[in-house]
């Protein structure tokens, strides 16, 4: 007989039970983010009944610039992931800190460009775009500041001296979340910002 | 363990029976708790609904106030749907379905703590409408000047219809509590689905194959994944009303352009599946029950987990035809009205398979046998008077009257909770290690049949000629009355019956036979342990061979396809009862911890501190709430993997 007999005997699937819980989320959470962007598209042909129109108030270089910032926080993600793998801490914890400070950096975009269209007179209820635009955005940057603090509090457990996540969320299902909620991003720029 | 010296918290190893309670991570406990939770939430409900019955058991009673109706009928709904049938349902799979497919175990164990918790405090929250919820009365309100518990609750209906549940007509803070409660119901069901989702993908004990698993297991993995991707849209729903409501925003308010059809859309795009959530695990359950009180295996298994899982498809394309008095188009609703007419055809599947399971078999009707007969009959009346909801120009008829009414209460009581009670009866042994009694059985399973017809059937008639739902007022000589009365006498008749399963419960508890180990001469694992089951499930863990593996320990099949006991029973018995005592000290199962705790106790005081924003309260409200969830989450995170 084994010495220890834990709850779990094999993982009978093949996948280990975190990242298959963090797919499971994840697909909940890609629903969650359609209907999000249907209730904006839903409204979409309505904007004009506002007194400030999309076109008039989005400044497309800037939150071009941000996205890049953002989609480049999946790159700096993917090496942090790497490193780990390889067992390299000491980098594992630069990257994951580099992708949190890349997604920090996409924050303060959104607060500058909230900043600016309230001071427009774009507010949540000025219009129903104001309603829509808010309502997607907001809780996609929800979304990134949970991202940002999970990066924090897991990467400062990572390290040449750290116990380096034997157990709770690993870097992997990090990735994952962090990945998603950056694709998810493309989408919102797509539809929210590029199209008219 | 290296991590033991370097952290300052302990996983606690109180063996006190609060603390337990306060820190189990052991499903089967958690199970336990989710029933006996969702059964005192039944209790709530079911009292709300005898006031509503009462009040309208003559014309033009005054029993209820106008606003303390609608409040009524509002919290019926939520308790009844979100805190009674969701919770027990999470109680029974919770309960078996690691034991079902042989594990120790959830995925998860402190996540499920977790959903208990926040399913648990949600619900207070929620409650906390009758306690602290305002309303004020419409412009010109007809509504009565004293106020009482219920007459300052949310009452909006269970649906909330939008722009009525608006700040424009429902002001005042009852409608945010119960809007905000159930975002807090979803997160916890969402834990709940993927746990369940994780362990009965990962956790099968070697051999059992996922064409071998119990029907049970088959149907709430079907609802975990409704579950997955139908409360998305409730979220969003609820948001989208929060955002209304709390921050001013336009997307109900129709002079800024807003649509009130969008929530009518959101929400039944949840709510519809959400009535499959509710009813799949209990045709798990007949699923489990008829085979084992007809001696037969199920007879074609493979069509009754595929029509779940065509159920499941095919119920995310219905939820239009809730809404064909809307304003959508006639091409939508033709469309509509066919899936809704598709439907119906992997249901009647299933209730072929049932009765072809009973046929020839060698039955015992007991107490859980009759409930899954009932339930079947009471199920394919609820279906029929369903399937009628295809038909457009009927629904134009029908809808928002009693018919409606008592075609969700045929499926919803006749179907869902008498195949709960099947259950109960069932599984009380494996649970207790002792039977609950028949004889007292019979008594509440004929009371609660009666009652139920008395009470629902009358509806169909009442509806069809003419009286609305949530009237709280019909006047005299409307040739109605006679049929509210016998509804209302059935409303006290379901009562009874469950003061008769309350009086059995306590006394089969006390006093009830013994049942040491497998009662029924069941087939699937569950009933492989002693009863009841220690914390550890399986001292070995089994390995599976055939479909109904226990089963076919104990029988052989002859050439003419009859069961031949091997005369193994007292053997198996035996050796299961020795294991309990055995050293089980090598068996090591996840430690109790606190934290779950703490995190869920958060989240209310977050909800209060949204609604009261603004004051001295609320700041407080808030410190609190995030306090425990920064103590919950970090201790959580950090606390040493075992004790």
Same mark, same amino acid.
């Given at each position: 007989?084994?010495?220890?007999?834990?709850?779990?005997?094999?993982?009978?699937?093949?996948?280990?039970?975190?990242?298959?819980?963090?797919?499971?989320?994840?697909?909940?959470?890609?629903?969650?983010?359609?209907?999000?962007?249907?209730?904006?598209?839903?409204?979409?042909?309505?904007?004009?009944?506002?007194?400030?129109?999309?076109?008039?108030?989005?400044?497309?270089?800037?939150?071009?610039?941000?996205?890049?910032?953002?989609?480049?926080?999946?790159?700096?993600?993917?090496?942090?992931?790497?490193?780990?793998?390889?067992?390299?801490?000491?980098?594992?914890?630069?990257?994951?800190?580099?992708?949190?400070?890349?997604?920090?950096?996409?924050?303060?975009?959104?607060?500058?460009?909230?900043?600016?269209?309230?001071?427009?007179?774009?507010?949540?209820?000025?219009?129903?775009?104001?309603?829509?635009?808010?309502?997607?955005?907001?809780?996609?940057?929800?979304?990134?500041?949970?991202?940002?603090?999970?990066?924090?509090?897991?990467?400062?457990?990572?390290?040449?001296?750290?116990?380096?996540?034997?157990?709770?969320?690993?870097?992997?299902?990090?990735?994952?979340?962090?990945?998603?909620?950056?694709?998810?991003?493309?989408?919102?720029?797509?539809?929210?910002?590029?199209?008219? | 363990?290296?991590?033991?010296?370097?952290?300052?918290?302990?996983?606690?190893?109180?063996?006190?029976?609060?603390?337990?309670?306060?820190?189990?991570?052991?499903?089967?406990?958690?199970?336990?708790?989710?029933?006996?939770?969702?059964?005192?939430?039944?209790?709530?409900?079911?009292?709300?609904?005898?006031?509503?019955?009462?009040?309208?058991?003559?014309?033009?009673?005054?029993?209820?106030?106008?606003?303390?109706?609608?409040?009524?009928?509002?919290?019926?709904?939520?308790?009844?749907?979100?805190?009674?049938?969701?919770?027990?349902?999470?109680?029974?799979?919770?309960?078996?379905?690691?034991?079902?497919?042989?594990?120790?175990?959830?995925?998860?164990?402190?996540?499920?703590?977790?959903?208990?918790?926040?399913?648990?405090?949600?619900?207070?929250?929620?409650?906390?409408?009758?306690?602290?919820?305002?309303?004020?009365?419409?412009?010109?309100?007809?509504?009565?000047?004293?106020?009482?518990?219920?007459?300052?609750?949310?009452?909006?209906?269970?649906?909330?219809?939008?722009?009525?549940?608006?700040?424009?007509?429902?002001?005042?803070?009852?409608?945010?509590?119960?809007?905000?409660?159930?975002?807090?119901?979803?997160?916890?069901?969402?834990?709940?689905?993927?746990?369940?989702?994780?362990?009965?993908?990962?956790?099968?004990?070697?051999?059992?194959?996922?064409?071998?698993?119990?029907?049970?297991?088959?149907?709430?993995?079907?609802?975990?994944?409704?579950? +997955?991707?139908?409360?998305?849209?409730?979220?969003?729903?609820?948001?989208?009303?929060?955002?209304?409501?709390?921050?001013?925003?336009?997307?109900?308010?129709?002079?800024?352009?807003?649509?009130?059809?969008?929530?009518?859309?959101?929400?039944?795009?949840?709510?519809?599946?959400?009535?499959?959530?509710?009813?799949?695990?209990?045709?798990?359950?007949?699923?489990?029950?008829?085979?084992?009180?007809?001696?037969?295996?199920?007879?074609?298994?493979?069509?009754?987990?595929?029509?779940?899982?065509?159920?499941?498809?095919?119920?995310?394309?219905?939820?239009?035809?809730?809404?064909?008095?809307?304003?959508?188009?006639?091409?939508?609703?033709?469309?509509?009205?066919?899936?809704?007419?598709?439907?119906?055809?992997?249901?009647?599947?299933?209730?072929?398979?049932?009765?072809?399971?009973?046929?020839?078999?060698?039955?015992?009707?007991?107490?859980?046998?009759?409930?899954?007969?009932?339930?079947?009959?009471?199920?394919?009346?609820?279906?029929?008077?369903?399937?009628?909801?295809?038909?457009?120009?009927?629904?134009?008829?029908?809808?928002?009257?009693?018919?409606?009414?008592?075609?969700?209460?045929?499926?919803?009581?006749?179907?869902?909770?008498?195949?709960?009670?099947?259950?109960?009866?069932?599984?009380?042994?494996?649970?207790?290690?002792?039977?609950?009694?028949?004889? +007292?059985?019979?008594?509440?399973?004929?009371?609660?049949?009666?009652?139920?017809?008395?009470?629902?059937?009358?509806?169909?008639?009442?509806?069809?000629?003419?009286?609305?739902?949530?009237?709280?007022?019909?006047?005299?000589?409307?040739?109605?009355?006679?049929?509210?009365? +016998?509804?209302?006498?059935?409303?006290?008749?379901?009562?009874?019956?469950?003061?008769?399963?309350?009086?059995?419960?306590?006394?089969?508890?006390?006093?009830?036979?013994?049942?040491?180990?497998?009662?029924?001469?069941?087939?699937?694992?569950?009933?492989?342990?002693?009863?009841?089951?220690?914390?550890?499930?399986?001292?070995?863990?089994?390995?599976?061979?055939?479909?109904?593996?226990?089963?076919?320990?104990?029988?052989?099949?002859?050439?003419?396809?009859?069961?031949?006991?091997?005369?193994?029973?007292?053997?198996?018995?035996?050796?299961?009862?020795?294991?309990?005592?055995?050293?089980?000290?090598?068996?090591?199962?996840?430690?109790?911890?606190?934290?779950?705790?703490?995190?869920?106790?958060?989240?209310?005081?977050?909800?209060?501190?949204?609604?009261?924003?603004?004051?001295?309260?609320?700041?407080?409200?808030?410190?609190?709430?995030?306090?425990?969830?920064?103590?919950?989450?970090?201790?959580?995170?950090?606390?040493?993997?075992?004790?």
């Amino acid at each position: 007989m084994s010495s220890v007999d834990t709850i779990q005997e094999h993982e009978a699937t093949g996948v280990s039970n975190q990242k298959m819980a963090m797919w499971l989320f994840l697909s909940s959470e890609v629903v969650f983010f359609a209907v999000l962007i249907s209730t904006y598209l839903f409204y979409k042909g309505k904007f004009s009944q506002g007194n400030l129109s999309p076109e008039e108030l989005f400044d497309i270089p800037f939150t071009s610039v941000s996205s890049f910032i953002l989609l480049m926080s999946s790159l700096t993600m993917v090496l942090s992931h790497n490193f780990y793998e390889i067992k390299n801490y000491e980098k594992s914890r630069i990257w994951i800190f580099a992708t949190a400070f890349l997604g920090i950096l996409f924050i303060s975009g959104q607060i500058y460009e909230y900043t600016e269209f309230i001071q427009s007179g774009l507010t949540i209820s000025s219009s129903i775009f104001g309603t829509a635009f808010y309502f997607v955005t907001g809780f996609h940057g929800l979304h990134v500041v949970i991202g940002v603090i999970l990066l924090l509090t897991t990467g400062s457990q990572i390290g040449p001296n750290k116990n380096n996540r034997k157990y709770g969320l690993s870097i992997e299902s990090l990735a994952l979340y962090w990945h998603c909620v950056d694709i998810v991003w493309i989408v919102i720029f797509t539809v929210v910002y590029l199209i008219p | 363990m290296k991590t033991k010296s370097k952290t300052i918290y302990k996983r606690p190893t109180q063996k006190s029976k609060f603390v337990n309670l306060l820190t189990t991570v052991d499903h089967k406990k958690i199970g336990i708790m989710y029933l006996y939770t969702g059964f005192t939430f039944f209790l709530v409900g079911g009292l709300e609904a005898l006031l509503i019955r009462l009040h309208l058991a003559q014309a033009e009673s005054t029993l209820l106030s106008a606003a303390e109706y609608n409040s009524l009928f509002t919290v019926h709904g939520f308790t009844m749907v979100f805190l009674f049938f969701m919770a027990v349902n999470s109680g029974f799979g919770n309960y078996l379905i690691p034991i079902m497919i042989g594990a120790r175990d959830v995925a998860f164990p402190r996540m499920n703590a977790l959903s208990y918790w926040i399913y648990f405090f949600g619900a207070l929250f929620i409650h906390s409408t009758l306690f602290i919820g305002t309303t004020a009365p419409p412009v010109g309100g007809y509504l009565s000047e004293e106020s009482n518990l219920f007459s300052n609750a949310v009452a909006g209906g269970w649906f909330l219809y939008q722009p009525n549940a608006g700040i424009q007509f429902s002001p005042g803070t009852a409608t945010d509590i119960g809007v905000i409660g159930i975002i807090f119901l979803g997160v916890a069901s969402l834990i709940s689905a993927i746990n369940l989702t994780v362990t009965t993908f990962n956790f099968r004990a070697k051999g059992l194959t996922f064409m071998k698993l119990p029907v049970y297991v088959w149907m709430t993995q079907v609802v975990s994944f409704l579950l +997955i991707f139908s409360l998305p849209f409730i979220t969003i729903a609820l948001f989208t009303v929060v955002f209304d409501r709390q921050f001013g925003g336009n997307f109900y308010n129709v002079a800024m352009g807003g649509d009130p059809i969008l929530w009518q859309h959101l929400f039944w795009l949840f709510g519809h599946p959400e009535v499959y959530i509710l009813i799949l695990p209990v045709f798990g359950i007949m699923s489990e029950i008829i085979p084992v009180f007809s001696r037969k295996p199920i007879f074609g298994y493979a069509t009754l987990v595929f029509a779940g899982f065509a159920i499941g498809f095919i119920g995310f394309g219905v939820w239009a035809h809730h809404m064909f008095s809307s304003s959508i188009q006639p091409l939508a609703q033709a469309g509509f009205g066919a899936a809704t007419m598709i439907i119906a055809i992997p249901t009647g599947i299933k209730i072929f398979n049932w009765i072809a399971t009973m046929w020839f078999g060698k039955r015992n009707l007991n107490v859980a046998m009759l409930f899954s007969i009932a339930f079947l009959i009471n199920f394919v009346i609820g279906g029929v008077s369903g399937v009628l909801h295809a038909v457009v120009p009927s629904v134009w008829q029908q809808t928002d009257t009693y018919f409606v009414i008592g075609h969700f209460h045929y499926v919803l009581v006749g179907g869902g909770l008498f195949g709960i009670f099947a259950g109960i009866y069932y599984w009380f042994p494996h649970v207790f290690g002792k039977k609950l009694n028949e004889t +007292i059985g019979k008594v509440h399973f004929w009371i609660l049949f009666l009652g139920l017809h008395l009470t629902f059937l009358p509806q169909h008639w009442l509806g069809l000629q003419g009286m609305v739902r949530r009237t709280w007022w019909y006047d005299e000589g409307m040739n109605i009355e006679f049929w509210n009365l +016998i509804s209302s006498i059935g409303a006290v008749t379901i009562l009874l019956g469950v003061l008769v399963f309350i009086f059995n419960w306590i006394f089969s508890k006390r006093k009830g036979e013994a049942a040491e180990f497998d009662p029924w001469d069941g087939r699937t694992l569950e009933w492989s342990t002693p009863l009841p089951p220690p914390e550890y499930n399986f001292y070995d863990i089994p390995k599976v061979k055939t479909r109904d593996d226990f089963w076919h320990r104990k029988y052989a099949v002859d050439e003419e396809n009859r069961s031949v006991s091997k005369g193994k029973h007292d053997e198996i018995k035996k050796y299961t009862l020795a294991t309990t005592l055995m050293d089980n000290s090598h068996i090591h199962l996840p430690s109790n911890s606190l934290f779950p705790f703490i995190t869920g106790f958060g989240l209310p005081f977050l909800g209060w501190s949204l609604i009261f924003r603004g004051t001295f309260m609320s700041f407080v409200l808030l410190s609190i709430g995030i306090l425990s969830l920064l103590v919950g989450i970090f201790g959580w995170i950090l606390e040493p993997e075992h004790e």
